[in-house]
C-alpha cells in the first residue's frame, strides 16, 4: 500500500516542477516507493527489476498490474489488454500489420488528421497500407479537431484510426466519432487515464507509457477480441496481437521495470479515487491555467478552439513572441521547467498530466501573472 498518497500535492518550499511532455513527471509517492522496493536485494539475492520475466514474481506483477488497469478503465470482457515493448509509434505500424485483412475485404484504412501525431501516425501506416483521410479540421482561425460529421468511411476499411489527444498541437476531440461498423482505433497516449474512457466504443486503444502511465518503454495494447482473428501474416510475433494475447504479453522479454513501475502508478489512481476523481482534478487544472491565458487581455493567447482544448498538454504562447526565451528563462529560475512548446509548433506548452499535482499549476500561474504584470 501506498500511505497517504499526496492526490492534491503539497506546497513545498524546494518545489520544482517539470511540466516536461514525455517523459514526464511520476507522482512523488510513486517515485518513493519505487526506490524503496523495486531496487533492493531480497533474502533470495534478487532485486524486482533482476528477477526472470519467466518466473512467478514477476507474472504476478504484471497480472496484478493488468488487473487494476482492467479495473480503472472498467474494460470490457472481449477486450484483451496487452504489455507490449516499446513506443507509441511501433503501433503506427503494428495496427495496420494486424488490423488489415485485404482477402476478406478489409484492404483499406482510414485515417483522421488532427495534428501532428495522427500525421505521423498516417506516414506510417502508408507504408503498410493504402490510406484514405477520413476527416481533417477545415482550417478557420482556431486551431481545432475535426468536426464529428461527414467523415469518410470507404466501404473497404479495416479500421478509423484517431489521435485522441494530439500532445503537440494541444487538441482534443470534444466526442468521439461513430464510426459505425468500422472499428474505431485510438492513440491515448497522452490522455489515457487522465479522466475515464468508454473502451467499448473502440475496436483497439494504445497508449506508450511515458506521458501518463510511467517509464519509456511499454505500451498498452487494448484490443476488441474479435480483430484478434484477423490473420496479420506479416507483423512479426512480439507486435503480433493474437501471438502476444496467446502468450500473456510474454514472447519475448517485457519491459520489465517500466511493467513494475506503472503497477504502482494504477494503484496511486486507485488510492485517489479512480479516474473519475483524476479526471475531475485535471480538468480543474486545466481550466484554470487556460483561464489565465484567456484572462491577461491577450498577453497570452492559447491558439485552440474552447471545447477543443487538451487538458492534458496546454499550448499557449505569448504575443509578443521576443519575450518566449526570457518566459523560459525566468520560469526555469522560478523552478518550472520544460514550458517550451515543441519545435514543429513553437510558442509554450504546459504539460499537466496525473502526476502534476494542484500546486504545481498554481505555481505556474502565479508566475505567469506576476511575468504578464511586469511585461505586460
Ligand atoms: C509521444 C506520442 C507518440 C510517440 O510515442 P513514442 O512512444 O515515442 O513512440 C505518439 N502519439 C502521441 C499522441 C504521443 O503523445
Redesign the pocket.
Known sequence: MIANPPCRGVAQNDAAWSFAA?PSRLPDAVLARASETLFRRDAHGAAAIERPFTGDHFREALADAQTRLIRLLQVPEHYRVLFLAG???HQFAAVPMNLLDPAAGLGRAAYADSGY?SRRAMQEARRHANVTVAARHAGSTALAAPSLSGWHLPHDAAYCHI?A???VDGVAYPALPDTGEVPLVA?A??CILSAPLDIAKFGLVYA?A??NIGPAGL?IVIVREDLLQRPATAAPSPLHYGIQAAQGSCVNTPPTLAILIAGLVFEWIEQCGGLTAMGEVNRRKAASLYRTIDASNGFYIAPVAPGHRSITNARFHLANHTLTDHFLDEAERAGLAHLRGHPHVGGLRASLYNAMPEAGVDALIRFMTQFARRYG
Open positions: 514525455g513506443g507509441a509509434m501525431w489521435t489527444n494530439e500532445t492513440d497516449t497522452s506508450s511515458q506521458k505500451t
